[in-house]
């Protein structure tokens, strides 16, 4: 069995933040997972622009994701000396993006698995938003 | 039957180093160049068309196209990582149609084994980079990211350890007969997948290999390729796509060849059925079983099944593929393997594969590059070529 172990998990890099994301990132400070949702053709798409990739319509706006989703791929690095499992997750709202799988059982885990958000520190006093088993 | 073809390979060098202690990358570039060069039986002064992809060093061709001292008329720096230069031989082919230029070099180098480095990591593009944040902090690794494809197409289409694992045996029967491939011993089923797992459900041996060394092309009009004789190969059909993640509607099932196979083909007028040979990109096992489904040699889902039993061996199975051993064993120089796709596929055209692994009366080959990452955003590029009286 691997299980993660909170005191061997690897230390988060900062994100790399901009104008356009900068919100997203404030939300996971506050412990909130946010989507990107446009309001000229409904649809929310990941990650967050400025300008709807599917519509090309500027209107696009924040809301607040569930925060629950399955998991659509993983895989778990075995090599180095802190494994991680780094998957895709499709949410609740329809996208699918890529996170990290914590708090687990890596030999446990599964494709379909429901997993719901969490957050990690990161370097520079940033927060990450990830995933763990529910 | 003669096809007609817009423009022809005329030229091809593998540089045979796979470990550059000693030699600069814009070295290996010009090694490379003048071996594709005299290969076709021209000189540096006839060159008049230069490719080259983010490997070169300086702004696109210009610090190469000056170190080499070549005066050309029309440059093309495309970038999709492995796949830039069998994309870079439809540009090519562009340019001399219309007529642009007539004899166009490809070049690729680089020396990541004697500089330390496994993989290339991005260029630094500050925070201007749109999917940096999204996924850099979870640590996706280029093995990683493969995995997810694999883990993926195993859990929809029931593929196995097993049947990835011929892909890596196939290539390594052919590599034992070319003595410059970086690993030549012939590997089972069995060893691949007692080989320890990287990153699940990858093992060691169903990666690529990582090496120093280049290659080059040489591309040419149809005026030109009547003065060099019958080694010239037909470039018949030619497709590039990019496939991305698609603001969140992930599906790493396939990858961009289902876009730029049937562009390849519908130019070519040509079917999976007519291809002799294939160069697949092979940067893992799970690589090859997806695109030789996008290619349309079997059905989705079933190229575990297609690939397995020695299927891809050269005169064991029904489609020979990579015969000079691929990235998988032979060669992957700069983590970048699509010229060595063609270089092979032109090969196998010609006649001149290692006598063990060419296929025999070879008359169309297809080469296939991949580049980027499957499992994010990736640029596909097909080829199609003919031999000569093809």
Partial sequence: MTTMDQALERTYPKPSINMETEAYWAAAKAGKLVLKKCNACGKTHFYPRAICPLCTS??????????KGVIYSYSVMRRGATPYAIAYVTLDEGVTMMTNIVDCDFDSLAIGQAVEVTFRATEGDQVLPVFRPI | MSRTSKAYIAGIYEHPTRKAIDKTIPQLHMESAIGAVQDAGLTMADVDGYFCAGDAAGLGGLSMAEYMGLDVRYTDSTETGGSSYVIHVGHAMNAIAMGKCSVALITLAGRPRAEGVATL????????????????????????????????????????????????????????HNEHALLRDVVTVEDVVNSPIITDPLHRLDCCVITDGGGALVVVSPEVAKTLGDRCAKILGHGEAIKHLNAGQVDLTYTGAVKSGPIAFDEAGLTPADIDYVSIYDSFTITVVETLEDLGFCEKGQGGKFVSDGNLISGVGKL????????????????????????????QVRGEAHPKVQVPDCTIALAHGTGGSIATRMGSSTVILGRNDA
């Fill in chain 2, 320 to 347: 020979p593929f990579n015969t000079d051993g691929g990235g998988l064993c032979n060669n992957h120089p700069n983590n970048r393997g699509g010229i060595t796709k063609v270089i092979e596929a032109v090969r």
């Fill in chain 1, 58 to 67: 500027s209107d696009t706006a924040w809301y607040d994701a569930s925060g």
């Fill in chain 2, 121 to 176: 990591g991005t260029r630094d593009y500050g925070n201007s980079l749109p999917d940096l944040g999204f996924e850099a902090p979870y640590r996706p690794v280029v093995t990683n990211q493969y995995a997810m494809a694999a883990m993926r197409h195993m859990h929809e289409f029931g593929t196995t350890s097993e049947q990835l694992a011929w892909v890596k045996v196939a290539a390594s029967h052919h590599a034992q």
